[in-house]
Structure formats: structure tokens, C-alpha cells
């Protein structure tokens, strides 16, 4: 049974940084996309950097340059790290997996498998 468990979100100030962790349990297919997606209240799921076991990465155009997605060697662990942090960053950020090919890395209903999600918080 797949299990993903996120970890490491956290309160910051605007301009400070934070790295999520997502330790992947019981994935045995030979190909892999991960994502992160964040969720802020009252809004859709929203896709913001995927990485694929080709290593193409994805990433929404309002986080390029300031998040950064990347994997252990042993393909156990997510990260996301995330740079000049801004208000509106402020959601609840979900790992996901999907276990074939997919066409949108950035698209939630291309993945099938999910995390419980850990709060990400920038204040002005």
C-alpha cells in the first residue's frame, strides 16, 4: 500500500524559506511522477512543481525561481524547497504520486495517490 507522509511546513515572514519533506512508503512502479500541490482556503487544488523519474520537472509559473523540486537518490524522499516566501503562498501543501505516465505533471487529476497535506503559513 502506497503511504506518503509530508512534513516540514511551518509559520514564516514574507521573504523567508521553508522545505517540505515527503517520505514515500510501499512504491514499487518502475516509473514515477511526483507533484506537490497546495490548496488555500476557498480556492481549487492548485499544481506547483512535479518531477518525473526522467528528471523533467514541472513547476507553475508563479513559484519558477523560488521553489525547487527534487528527490533522494533512492526515490524514499520528496522535497520541496521554497525560497522568498510571499503571502500568498499561504495554503496547505499536498505530495502526490501517480504511478504511470501522465501528460499534465501539474494537473491533481493525474495523480493517484495523496498525502494528508502539511500547512505552509507566510505572514506580510
Known amino acids: 500500500q502506497v503511504q506518503l507522509v509530508e512534513s516540514g511546513g511551518g509559520s514564516v515572514q514574507a521573504g523567508g524559506s521553508l522545505r517540505l519533506s515527503c517520505a514515500v512508503f510501499?512504491?514499487?512502479?518502475?516509473?514515477?511522477?511526483m507533484g506537490w500541490f497546495r490548496q488555500a482556503p476557498g480556492k481549487d487544488r492548485e499544481g506547483v512543481a512535479a518531477?518525473?523519474?526522467?528528471?523533467?520537472?514541472s513547476y507553475v509559473d508563479s513559484v519558477k525561481g523560488r521553489f525547487t523540486i527534487s528527490q533522494d537518490n533512492a526515490r524514499n524522499t520528496l522535497y520541496l524547497q521554497m525560497n522568498s516566501l510571499k503571502p500568498e503562498d499561504t495554503a496547505m501543501y499536498y505530495c502526490?504520486?501517480?504511478?504511470?505516465?501522465?501528460?499534465?505533471?501539474?494537473?491533481?487529476?493525474?495523480?493517484?495517490?495523496w498525502g494528508q497535506g502539511t500547512q505552509v503559513t507566510v505572514s506580510s
Open positions: 502526490a504520486a501517480a504511478g504511470a505516465w501522465i501528460g499534465y505533471p501539474l494537473r491533481a487529476t493525474e495523480y493517484n495517490y
Open positions: 510501499g512504491y514499487t512502479y518502475s516509473y514515477v511522477c
Open positions: 518531477l518525473d523519474s526522467d528528471g523533467f520537472t
